[in-house]
Every structure is written in C-alpha cells, then in structure tokens.
C-alpha cells in the first residue's frame, strides 16, 4: 500500500457550499490518504450556513472551512494537486488556471443549493441533496485502486463518477 497523501482541490463558483461540502466530506472519509481544498472563481466570501449546519450534523469537521478564490492555489508555493474537479455547472465551462503537475482532472456537476429560493427547509433540502451527491461520488473515487490506475483509464473512471447520481 502506498504511503501517498493524494491533494485534491473541488472548484465551484461561489465556493460557498458545494465545493466546501466536498472538502470537509472528502478530508474525513479519506483518512488521512487525501487532503483536500476548495476555492471559488467568484468567492463569495462566506460559507453558506446551511453547509456548516449539514455538516456538524455528519460529525464531519468544519474548523478552518473557508470561501476562498482559486487564485490562491495557482500561486507559487501552493500544494501541487493530484486532482482537481469543478463541482458546478458554472465553473466546468470557465477558463481554468494552469495547475502546475497536470492533475487529472474531471466535471461532478452538482446543482447549486444556493441557487434554491424559498424557505430554510427548501434550502436546507437543496444543501442535503447536494451533500448526499457529492458523498457518493467521493466513496466511489475512495474506493478505486488509484496505485492501479494511470492516464486514460483514471480519467475514465473519475468521468464517469461525475455522472453518478445526476
């Protein structure tokens, strides 16, 4: 078994609930094998509560969860990324940066909770929705061989993962 840590960064436009929710979800359930980010083309500088609230409900950590801009990760110095997935319909069609190691990247489009109008139990609903998406997703990478797979077999693998459940 290898001892490699995999980094991996979720992409959304708002960063503010569902790549969020993938981090928290992705740095527990991955135990200790993964590390994962999340930021924003368009931060919206706060995390939506209805993820925080989501969240403690799972028992999953919420410490030092912030809305961040992509930006950050493209800076000199910053973690180097096994994978990078946009989590939003949004982002998969905007001008990336140039992440430096040529992740393997791919699209686990997920509706936008934030996006939902109506009252705390629509949104509320929206966010868990969301959460229970990209959970899936995540135990599926979670439990691929990744010291097995390379190149187009992975990219494969992590395309169809996005498909799961949509």
């Known amino acids: ?28 359930m991955g135990g200790g094998r993964f ?13 939506s509560p209805f993820a925080l609230s989501l969240l403690a409900q799972w028992r999953v950590p919420t410490e030092g969860l912030r809305s961040k801009s992509w930006d950050e990760f493209a800076q000199p110095g910053a973690p180097g990324f096994d994978f990078v997935f946009t989590v939003c319909d949004d982002a998969a069609g905007e001008v990336c940066p140039v992440w430096p190691g040529q992740p393997m990247t791919a699209h686990w489009g997920v509706p936008d909770p934030m996006a939902v109008e109506g009252g705390d139990e629509q949104k509320a609903r929206a966010h868990a929705d969301a959460a229970k998406m990209l959970k899936r997703r995540i135990e599926l990478m979670l439990a691929l061989p990744l010291a097995k797979l ?17």
Do not use: W
């Open 150 to 166: 390379a190149g187009l077999a992975l990219k494969r693998e992590l395309d169809q993962i996005g498909k799961a459940g949509a």
């Open 35 to 47: 590390q994962a980010f999340s930021a924003g083309s368009h931060p919206k500088g706060e995390v």
């Open 1 to 28: 078994m290898s001892d490699k840590i995999y980094k991996v960064l979720f992409i959304c436009t708002g960063s503010s609930a569902r790549s969020i929710i993938a981090e928290a979800v992705m740095n527990k």
